[in-house]
Structure formats: structure tokens, C-alpha cells
């Protein structure tokens, strides 16, 4: 069985500048995807930016950007220029990736970010 | 809106009773995914449908059922309520096989007194 861990449960940072939410995972599956989701005060799961483990180069998607180093398991997200609308749990994810098989998301336990004016 | 729909939105009943939440997937995504968050925590996965069927199961009660149906909407059904199902229900959904992350409900709360 797979497992995530979010060994930060709470950051905080100031508007505009960087932060970076740690993450680690234990499988034994060399083929895998991981996800960071961002849950606002509304509750509602947003996906953040997704990587495939076979792919060596970080995924970004504008402010947001990975670190994943396969060999250690971990998997840390940088938000860059901070904005208020950052302020959200976000989550760290893992999906085996199986033929034929439901691709369940198994994740962390959380960070909740806030960011601060 | 993300495409999936879930209803209610909110959900008060009382211990010992017995609900139902409803799910309508993406269109044309046809597996149907329901997880359960509890106060400030992580998502845990129930259990996994596609077209019809149930493909996976994870940590869900035996008080607790679901199914899909022909028109690919889900039902979860929570029985014999206990103050701890207190929760919020997510429902999602994802074309089969994809590796695309899911597309989230806004979740149904579900409060149990």
C-alpha cells in the first residue's frame, strides 16, 4: 500500500514572496503520478499541477512548480509570488499507474497555507 | 462548476438514521469515485465504480453502500449513522484509465446529532 505524508501542517508566508510545501511517499511502484490539489475555505478540491514519475523535468504551471526527486520519494510544491487567493489546504496525492484498474488517489494528510498581507 | 454534481449540499440528520447522497460524473467520464474528509483531514477513499461496476474498495463500512447506475449517476448510502460519519463527501469522476487526476464535487456535508 502506498502512503503520503505532509510532515508540515501549517505554513504561513507573506504576500509575494515564495514558499514551498514539503511531501513524501512510500511505494514500491516504479510507474506513478502525483498531484498537489489546493482546497480553499470553500471546500471545493482543485488540482494544482500533476507529474508523471517517469518524467526527470519538474512539472509547472505558472506560479506553481515541483521539486520531485524520485529516489528520495519526495515531492514538494513551490508557490512563487504569493497571493492571498493561495490561502487553502493543500494536499498531496499519489495514483498508481495500473492497466485495466481503478487509479484510486491516495493522499496526504495536508498543509494548511495562509498567506498573510 | 467542475462538471460533477452532487446533492445535497448539506445533509443534518439525526444518529441511527439512514441517507443517501447523490453523485452525477463529468460527461463522458465514466468512473465515479467517492471519498470521505473528515474535520481537518485528509481524504480517504470509499470506493471506486465504473460503468456499473464496482472496480475497487477501500476503507468503507459495511453500513455503508454505493452503486452507479445505467444513466453512470451514483448513489452512496450511509445506514445507522453515528455521531463520527460526520464528514464531507466527495464525489468524482475520471474517464477510464486516465491518469489526469480527477475532476471534484463540491461535496456533500453531512452532519450527524
Known amino acids: 500500500a502506498q502512503t503520503v505524508t505532509q510532515s508540515q501542517p501549517e505554513m504561513s508566508v507573506q504576500e509575494a514572496e515564495t514558499v514551498t510545501l514539503s511531501c513524501t511517499y512510500d511505494t514500491s511502484e516504479n510507474n506513478y503520478y502525483l498531484f498537489w490539489y489546493k482546497q480553499p475555505p470553500s471546500r471545493q478540491m482543485i488540482l494544482v499541477i500533476r507529474?508523471?514519475?517517469?518524467?526527470?523535468q519538474n512539472a509547472t504551471e505558472n506560479r506553481f512548480s515541483v521539486n520531485f526527486q524520485k529516489a528520495a520519494k519526495s515531492f514538494s510544491l513551490k508557490i512563487s509570488d504569493s497571493q492571498l487567493g493561495d490561502t487553502a489546504m493543500y494536499f498531496c496525492?499519489?495514483?498508481?499507474?495500473?492497466?485495466?484498474?481503478?487509479?484510486?488517489?491516495?493522499f496526504g494528510g495536508g498543509t494548511r497555507l495562509m498567506v498573510k498581507p | 462548476d467542475s462538471g460533477v454534481t452532487q446533492t445535497p449540499k448539506h445533509l443534518i440528520t439525526a444518529t441511527g438514521q439512514r441517507v443517501t447522497l447523490r453523485c452525477s460524473p463529468r460527461s463522458g467520464d465514466l468512473s465515479v469515485y467517492w471519498y470521505q474528509q473528515s474535520l481537518d483531514q485528509g481524504l480517504q477513499f470509499l470506493i471506486q465504480?465504473?460503468?456499473?461496476?464496482?472496480?475497487a474498495k477501500g476503507n468503507i463500512l459495511e453500513r455503508f453502500s454505493a452503486q452507479q447506475f445505467p444513466d453512470l449517476h451514483s448513489e452512496l448510502n450511509l445506514s445507522s449513522l453515528e455521531l463520527g460519519d460526520s464528514a464531507l463527501y466527495f464525489c468524482?469522476?475520471?474517464?477510464?484509465?486516465?491518469?489526469?487526476?480527477?475532476?471534484f464535487g463540491s461535496g456533500t456535508r453531512l452532519t450527524v446529532v
Open positions: 465504480y465504473y460503468n456499473g461496476e464496482e472496480r
Open positions: 507529474q508523471e514519475a517517469y518524467k526527470q
Open positions: 468524482a469522476s475520471s474517464e477510464w484509465g486516465q491518469n489526469y487526476g480527477y475532476t
Open positions: 496525492a499519489f495514483m498508481k499507474h495500473v492497466h485495466n484498474a481503478g487509479n484510486m488517489l491516495t
